[in-house]
C-alpha cells in the first residue's frame, strides 16, 4: 500500500541473527556484561522467545514462513515466503549475506554479500566479521528502485554471528573482554570456561554490531521510518550436559538450543514504551512474518494479527 501524503515509507531492518543464545544477554539477564552498547540504547529486548529449529537450515525456511513452526512441519505444498510476499506487495527487498546463503528463501529477490562492501581488515580466510554487513548500507539503498523504497524497505542482515565452533573467531582482537578464550575446534579438549569465553566474546560483538546497525537507521530518519528487529536463528549448547553445539532434534533439544534472543529498536519512545510491557511474554519464531509484514503494511489473507509483536503497539 502507498503511504499517505506526507509520511515516510518503513525501513524494516531484519537481522537475522546466528548461534545466539537467550540467556547470555545481558539485557536479558545475564550476569556478564554482554551487551554494552545496546543496554545504552531504547531498545526492547523480549526475553522468552523461542526458535523453529534447532538448525540453520530447520529454522530458517520456518522463520520465514507464515505457517509457523507447526504448520511448517506439517506443510504438503510450498509457499510464499516473507521475502517473495514483500517484493509482490510492492517494497524493496534487498538480503544481504555475511554468511553461506540463504537457504533457499532470497532466490527470488536481490541480494548481495557484505564481503563485497567490506574493507580488507575485516575479512581473512575467506570469511568476514559481522560489521562487513554495515558498510556501503547508504549505496545499496540508494541503488534500490526508487518507486519501490517509495512504497517502503526490507533489509535482511544475515549475521555470522557466534556461528560455531570457531567462536574466538567471531569476535576482533579490540572487542574480546573475556579471556581467556578457547581457540581450538575441538571445544571438549578447551576447559568450559574459556569456552564460554570465546562465546560470550561473540556476543559482545553482535551488541556493538547491532548498536552500529541502529546508528545508521537513526540516519535514514529524514527518509524513512525505520525499525530494526534482530533474532537468531537457533541457540548453542556449550557444554550443559555434555552438550555441544546445536541441531539436536527438535523434541529431545535443551533449551539451551531453542531460547533465542529478540531485540526490537524503534525511534518512537511511546512504541519503544509500549514493547517493552510486552517483553516477559513468550514469544516464538511464528511471530517473525507476521511481524514483519504488519509493519510494512502489506495486507495479505495470510497476516494473522495475534502473531504480531507490533500490533498491541501501532499508533490507531
Ligand atoms: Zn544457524
Known amino acids: 500500500m502507498p503511504p499517505a501524503a506526507g509520511s515516510r515509507p518503513p525501513l524494516f531492518m531484519l537481522v537475522v541473527g546466528e548461534t545466539a543464545r537467550g540467556?547470555?544477554?545481558?539485557?536479558?539477564?545475564?550476569?556478564?556484561p554482554t551487551n554494552p552498547r545496546l543496554a545504552a540504547l531504547d531498545v526492547v529486548s523480549f526475553r522468552d522467545v523461542t526458535a523453529c529449529g534447532t538448525s540453520t537450515a530447520a529454522s530458517l525456511p520456518c522463520m520465514f514462513s507464515h505457517l509457523g513452526r507447526e504448520g511448517?512441519?506439517?506443510?504438503?505444498?510450498?509457499?510464499?515466503?516473507?521475502?517473495?510476499?514483500?517484493?509482490?506487495?510492492?517494497?524493496?527487498?534487498?538480503?544481504?549475506?555475511?554468511?553461506?546463503?540463504?537457504?533457499g528463501l532470497c532466490e527470488r529477490v536481490p541480494k548481495v554479500h557484505a564481503a563485497?562492501?567490506?574493507?580488507?581488515?575485516?575479512?581473512?580466510?575467506?570469511?568476514?566479521l559481522d560489521e562487513a554487513l554495515l558498510h556501503g548500507l547508504d549505496a545499496r539503498l540508494a541503488a534500490l528502485p526508487a518507486d519501490r523504497r517509495?512504497?517502503?524497505?526490507?533489509?535482511?542482515?544475515?549475521?555470522?554471528?557466534?556461528?560455531?565452533?570457531?567462536?574466538?573467531?567471531?569476535?576482533?582482537?579490540?572487542?574480546?573482554?573475556?579471556?581467556?578464550?578457547c581457540?581450538?575446534?575441538?571445544?571438549?579438549?578447551?576447559?568450559?570456561?574459556?569456552?564460554?569465553?570465546?562465546?560470550?566474546?561473540?556476543?559482545?560483538?553482535?551488541?556493538?554490531?547491532?548498536?552500529?546497525?541502529?546508528?545508521?537507521?537513526?540516519?535514514?530518519?529524514?527518509?524513512?521510518?525505520?525499525?530494526?528487529?534482530?533474532?537468531?536463528d537457533h541457540g548453542e549448547s556449550l557444554g550443559e550436559k555434555g552438550?555441544?553445539?546445536?541441531?539436536?532434534?527438535y523434541g529431545v533439544a535443551p533449551r539451551e538450543q531453542k531460547h533465542?534472543?529478540?531485540?526490537?529498536?524503534?525511534?518512537?519512545?511511546?512504541?519503544?514504551?509500549?514493547?517493552?510491557?510486552?517483553?516477559?511474554?513468550?514469544l516464538s519464531?511464528?511471530?517473525?512474518?507476521?511481524?514483519?509484514?504488519?509493519d510494512l503494511g502489506i495486507r495479505t489473507s495470510e497476516y494473522r494479527a495475534e502473531l504480531d509483536l507490533f500490533a498491541p503497539c501501532r499508533a490507531p
Open 183 to 232: 581457540e581450538s575446534n575441538a571445544l571438549q579438549q578447551c576447559d568450559v570456561q574459556a569456552v564460554g569465553n570465546a562465546y560470550d566474546n561473540s556476543i559482545v560483538y553482535t551488541d556493538r554490531v547491532l548498536a552500529g546497525a541502529i546508528d545508521w537507521l537513526r540516519r535514514q530518519r529524514t527518509a524513512f521510518e525505520p525499525t530494526m528487529l534482530y533474532v537468531s
Open 72 to 103: 511448517f512441519a506439517a506443510r504438503t505444498q510450498d509457499h510464499e515466503n516473507l521475502l517473495d510476499l514483500a517484493q509482490r506487495a510492492g517494497p524493496a527487498v534487498l538480503w544481504i549475506d555475511n554468511q553461506s546463503g540463504c537457504k
Open 116 to 128: 563485497e562492501r567490506a574493507p580488507a581488515a575485516l575479512c581473512s580466510d575467506g570469511e568476514c
Open 285 to 294: 519464531h511464528d511471530h517473525l512474518f507476521h511481524s514483519v509484514a504488519g
Open 243 to 249: 552438550l555441544y553445539l546445536h541441531g539436536l532434534p
Open 150 to 181: 517509495a512504497r517502503g524497505v526490507l533489509l535482511v542482515l544475515h549475521q555470522m554471528g557466534s556461528h560455531g565452533p570457531a567462536y574466538w573467531r567471531r569476535s576482533p582482537p579490540d572487542g574480546k573482554p573475556f579471556q581467556p578464550e
Open 23 to 32: 540467556d547470555r544477554f545481558s539485557l536479558n539477564g545475564y550476569a556478564r
Open 260 to 282: 533465542v534472543p529478540l531485540v526490537v529498536w524503534t525511534p518512537s519512545a511511546q512504541r519503544t514504551q509500549c514493547l517493552a510491557a510486552q517483553r516477559d511474554q513468550p
